[in-house]
């Protein structure tokens, strides 16, 4: 058997040697950047958790704020329907549900006592008529306008013309006393004549049949 070449040996041999280091160098590094994503991993996921129970927090503190908000709501709406439909019973009520991980509010009617079995309870519109469901929705656009700090004008285009005419002396009443007490100038377009006497300010437009034709005029009369 031929001899083998001691040097070409022991070139191999370092060669060997230099790979196997460079492949240990290799391998420590890659476990060093292992553990030090393990520990990022584990830095991010308690994180995670955190933001998570924060965020839980928030939505329940958030959730508390519209269920005591809306509770404030139900009450300011049940006295001005009372007020005003006096002999009616009726009460301004929220169903307060969670929807698509939000709050949703859904706004009903209720006449009777809260614990009465032969209570009616319904949406507005659809179960009382327009008159209550009107000075439902002023009232609400009142607070809104307080709420949001907005001019303190409201305009009313006939909003009330559903309100009865037994109730339309107790809406010109409350509606007075509401302006003055949120410091809102309120312009009501109505044709009911008794919202006339509530008002501090008002402007009546009639026409008068001339040879010429009619003739509107806008007459200011000041309380």
Do not use: W
């Not at 083998?4 to 070139?11: E, Q, S």
């Not at 958790?49 to 908000?69: H, P, S, W, Y």
């Not at 969670?98 to 706004?107: A, Q």
């Not at 009865?164 to 009911?192: C, I, P, R």
């Amino acid at each position: 058997h031929p001899v083998p070449d001691l040097a070409n040996l022991t070139k191999r041999l370092q060669t060997v040697g230099e790979v196997a280091t460079r492949t240990v160098t290799l391998r420590d590094r890659l476990v060093a950047e292992l553990a030090s994503k393990e520990t990022e991993i584990q830095l991010l996921t308690t994180r995670s958790e955190k933001l998570v129970k924060v965020g839980e927090l928030f939505r329940a503190l958030i959730d508390q704020l519209v269920v005591k908000q809306v509770r404030t709501i139900e009450g300011v709406v049940t006295e001005g329907l009372n007020t005003i439909f006096f002999d009616l019973g009726l009460a301004f009520e929220a169903e307060i549900a969670p929807k698509y991980n939000k709050v949703s509010v859904e706004f009903l009617f209720r006449q009777g006592a809260a614990d009465d079995p032969l209570a009616i309870r319904g949406k507005p519109l659809d179960s009382f008529g327009g008159g209550p469901s009107a000075v439902a929705d002023l009232i609400l656009r009142m607070m809104a306008l307080l709420r949001l700090k907005r001019k303190p004008l409201l305009l009313l285009d006939e909003t009330l013309a559903s309100v009865s005419d037994e109730y339309v002396d107790a809406t010109g009443n409350f509606l007075q006393q509401l302006a003055e007490s949120m410091k809102v100038d309120v312009l009501l377009v109505t044709h009911k004549q008794a919202f006339l006497e509530h008002a501090d300010k008002t402007y009546r437009c009639s026409e008068v049949l001339t040879e010429d034709g009619a003739i509107r005029h806008l007459e200011l009369k000041t309380a």
